[in-house]
Each structure stands twice: as C-alpha cells, then as structure tokens.
Nanobody, 123 residues
Framework: QVQLAESGGGSVQAGGSLRLSCAVA????????VGWFRQAPGKKREIVAR????????NYADSVKGRFTISQDSAKTAVYLQMNSLKPEDTAMYYC????????????????WGQGTQVTVST
C-alpha cells in the first residue's frame, strides 16, 4: 500500500512563503510520478505541480509557475512544494498524490492520495 503524508501547511500573509512536505516510502518516487494538487472550497481539485519518476523533470500549472517549486530529497523519502509569493487565491487544501506518468494534470492519473494539509493566505 502506498502511503503519503503531507505536512507544512498553515496560515501566512500574502507575499509570504511556505514549504509543504510529502513523506513517502522510498520506492514510491522510483515507481510513480508524484504530484501536488489543491482544492479550494466549492472548486474542483486542480494540479499544482508534478515531478517525474525518477525526479528529473517537473511540470507546473500556469498559475504557480515562477512561484512554486517541486523537488525531492536525495533519499527519495519526501517530495516538497516550496511556495513563494503566496496569494490569497492560493488558499486551499493541498494534497500530494502518486500515480502513473500519463496525462500529468489529470486527477485520474493519480491513484494514491494523502490526507491533505491546509494552506491559508490572508491579505
């Protein structure tokens, strides 16, 4: 069973930064592509960023390009999402997910999900 556990969410003022972490078993990053998604109240879950297996390439949603960075640690036991220049519209529950490496921005590509961590950005 693939387990993912997010942490690092919190409340921050606009313009601030947060770093989210997704703890994974070592084989997860070698086996799957891992993505970060977010879901705001009343909205659909949307992709934020994805890191390729084995972590050499990345994709980003247009809304976060230049502000967010996805990365993994050298031990391949964590995937991070560094979020800079945060905006109120970034407020959402953030999830990490693992799955195939097909259509990177399609929710159905990902089959294993964490429980999420809340990010709130105030003006």
């Amino acid at each position: 069973q693939v387990q993912l556990a997010e942490s690092g969410g919190g409340s921050v003022q606009a313009g601030g930064s947060l770093r989210l972490s997704c703890a994974v078993a070592a084989y997860t990053i070698s086996t799957y592509c891992v993505g970060w998604f977010r879901q705001a109240p009343g909205k659909k879950r949307e992709i934020v960023a994805r890191i390729y297996r084995p972590g050499t390439g990345t994709n980003y949603a247009d809304s976060v390009k230049g502000r967010f960075t996805i990365s993994q640690d050298s031990a391949k036991t964590a995937v991070y999402l560094q979020m800079n220049s945060l905006k109120p519209e970034d407020t959402a529950m953030y999830y990490c997910a693992a799955g195939g490496c097909g259509v990177w921005n399609n929710v159905t590509t990902y089959v294993h999900w964490g429980q999420g961590t809340q990010v709130t950005v105030s003006t």
